[in-house]
């Protein structure tokens, strides 16, 4: 997918190059058309299993000021697993991850 919006296009850059996810959401204002100069990314990431999500969340937060992302990022950075279990859970974000978030990066699968 060509991104348009330069900010977003080098985050998930980042995001693939440092944690190789299977998927990467953009959720909130931006994933609505409703953001404005002031809004921020709102970023799930979601990789394979049995991987310690805090610390991938604490490496890529690192990276973007590394790299000058000039932009708040929200990240959250889940398992296939968890996603799957807590997408239809209302009280939490992943339901609305999963009904309005856009899909900006998928791992190809091979055929």
């Given at each position: 997918?060509?991104?348009?919006?330069?900010?977003?296009?080098?985050?998930?850059?980042?995001?693939?190059?440092?944690?190789?996810?299977?998927?990467?959401?953009?959720?909130?204002?931006?994933?609505?058309?409703?953001?404005?100069?002031?809004?921020?990314?709102?970023?799930?990431?979601?990789?394979?299993?049995?991987?310690?999500?805090?610390?991938l969340e604490k490496k890529l937060y690192v990276m973007?000021?590394?790299?000058?992302?000039?932009?708040?990022?929200?990240?959250?950075?889940?398992?296939?697993?968890?996603?799957?279990?807590?997408?239809?859970?209302?009280?939490?974000?992943?339901?609305?991850?999963?009904?309005?978030?856009?899909?900006?990066?998928?791992?190809?699968?091979?055929?």
């Amino acid at each position: 997918m060509k991104l348009k919006d330069p900010e977003l296009a080098k985050i998930v850059e980042i995001v693939k190059r440092e944690i190789f996810p299977e998927k990467i959401i953009l959720f909130g204002s931006r994933a609505v058309n409703k953001d404005n100069r002031r809004s921020d990314y709102d970023i799930l990431c979601i990789v394979k299993k049995s991987r310690n999500t805090r610390n991938l969340e604490k490496k890529l937060y690192v990276m973007f000021a590394r790299e000058g992302i000039g932009k708040a990022v929200d990240l959250i950075v889940e398992t296939e697993d968890d996603f799957s279990k807590y997408k239809n859970n209302t009280y939490m974000v992943y339901s609305e991850v999963s009904r309005h978030g856009k899909t900006v990066y998928e791992r190809k699968t091979a055929a």
